[in-house]
T-cell receptor, first 108, second 112 residues
Framework: KNEVEQSPQNLTAQEGEFITINCSYSVGISALHWLQQHPGGGIVSLFMLSSGKKKHGRLIATINIQEKHSSLHITASHPRDSAVYICAAAYNTDKLIFGTGTRLQVFP | DGGITQSPKYLFRKEGQNVTLSCEQNLNHDAMYWYRQDPGQGLRLIYYSQIVNDFQKGDIAEGYSVSREKKESFPLTVTSAQKNPTAFYLC???????????FGPGTRLTVT
């Protein structure tokens, strides 16, 4: 059983659109991670957050602890944003439970 | 440049052979992890190590073995006992006590 659920599984968008990817987790966590996996397979950590909101460039991550829900937003999407976005919940400090990922394709 | 390296990127083996995947980091991180990724599934933890000469089984350790003789290195051996070894394997590391993990580029293993 996977304790982290992501939606949607697949997402297509036109360049410039605002993107939202959702993540729900089942029990209390110490932190929520958002990761990006490019077609070659390498994974990059985008955000780690335990409350509130973080922003980096066109990427924004939010978390609602009471609702056990996090969102990743991409503003002004670009074809280079095409990747798989993965959320992962830390149920203790170092071990993560991963969602199955959201495959995003942004077309020019 | 600091980072994690995994080699090789692609690996092919015949069924019944053991194979060792390399993972090296120069980030001075205490903790290291091995994950397996299969299509349609989230990453699953195979083994992790929080300190040299110590490691713990993850969720899917059967058919795998690891060693942690040096802080920088955490090799994973896929043994012939692993029933479905074909997968994408990712190594990661983190500063002990902090959750952010840094990932290597991965090794795609194909066993026929």
């Amino acid at each position: 059983k996977n304790e982290v659920e992501q939606s949607p599984q697949n997402l297509t968008a036109q360049e410039g659109e605002f993107i939202t990817i959702n993540c729900s987790y089942s029990v209390g966590i110490s932190a929520l991670h958002w990761l990006q996996q490019h077609p070659g397979g390498g994974i990059v950590s985008l955000f780690m957050l335990s409350s509130g909101k973080k922003k980096h460039g066109r990427l924004i991550a939010t978390i609602n602890i009471q609702e056990k829900h996090s969102s990743l937003h991409i503003t002004a999407s670009h074809p280079r944003d095409s990747a798989v976005y993965i959320c992962a919940a830390a149920y203790n400090t170092d071990k993560l439970i991963f969602g199955t990922g959201t495959r995003l394709q942004v077309f020019p | 440049d600091g980072g994690i390296t995994q080699s090789p990127k692609y690996l092919f083996r015949k069924e019944g052979q053991n194979v060792t995947l390399s993972c090296e980091q120069n980030l001075n991180h205490d903790a290291m992890y091995w994950y397996r990724q299969d299509p349609g599934q989230g990453l699953r933890l195979i083994y992790y190590s929080q300190i040299v000469n110590d490691f713990q089984k993850g969720d899917i350790a059967e058919g795998y073995s690891v060693s942690r003789e040096k802080k920088e290195s955490f090799p994973l051996t896929v043994t012939s006992a692993q029933k479905n070894p074909t997968a994408f394997y990712l190594c990661a590391s983190s500063i002990q006590g902090r959750g952010e993990q840094y990932f290597g580029p991965g090794t795609r293993l194909t066993v026929t």
